[in-house]
DNA sequence: CGGGATCCAAAGCGATACTG
DNA sequence: CAGTATCGCTTTGGATCCCG
């Protein structure tokens, strides 16, 4: 398989590009700002995603290093999510997109017209 | 086929990720950053993407409304790619991702340790 | 110069069913 | 409760070739 991570590590873009990849990273995120949260409860708070998706997706922020799963051995069992410390620095950036999301979507409206 | 755009023009950070689907969109915008680019030049700035690829995206953002072209008719003919000026605002975002990008690096670079 | 057309492989997403 | 396994479909990206 070709590796096309060259750029990964060297460019800010291209990197961030990748860790944003899944359909729902920047949803999860936000929902994920406010302290750790269940998979249960989040999956309540997200009603598009299916269980097996939002499996996926939390994988993949995981293995990217954004969210930290912490398991508490206990029955019935209890799964937190939260973000990691970088996780937690991605706020500015998903303030900046809440902002501009909102100028965009005025604008396209306007377009309309 | 469904529709998944229910979403889409409500909330903003879902509306965000569509706009950034694209592989390149980020480093795309990022170059298009300081002013109108022709084509080759473009792909000139960026050898990781064929014309065929490069030319989807564009489109891509194009459609988007976040880049706009203009065709000089003339020869040899002449196309110059730039920012809309929802597309310039999104500079911001810009700014803080790649800000965002270089502490993710590090980071990922201490965790290697 | 600035693309388009076609084709293919890979990835992504979601539905469904099952599990410790 | 918090997932995993499997599967099919759709969506991408990229390679290659061609064009006004």
Redesign the interface.
Same mark, same amino acid.
């Given at each position: 398989m070709k590796e096309?991570t060259?750029?990964f590590?060297i460019?800010?873009? *291209?990197? %961030? /590009?990748k *860790?944003?990849t899944g359909?729902? %990273?920047?949803?999860i995120l +936000?929902h994920l700002s406010n302290g750790p949260v269940r998979f249960n409860e989040l999956q309540r708070r997200l009603p598009?995603l299916t269980q097996a998706t939002l499996s996926k997706q939390l994988k993949g922020l995981e293995g990217n290093?954004l969210v930290v799963r912490k398991e508490y051995q206990q029955l019935p069992p209890k799964v937190e999510y939260s973000l990691s %410390?970088?996780g937690q620095?991605?706020q *500015? *950036?998903?303030d %900046?997109? !809440?902002?501009?999301?909102? !100028? +965009?979507?005025d +604008?396209?409206?306007e /377009?309309q017209k």
């Open positions: 096309d060259e750029l590590g460019c800010p873009y *291209v990197t %961030s /590009q *860790v944003l359909k729902w %990273s920047l949803l +936000y598009h290093g %410390s970088i620095r991605f *500015v *950036v998903l %900046s997109l !809440e902002t501009w999301g909102h !100028e +965009y979507m +604008y396209m409206e /377009q």
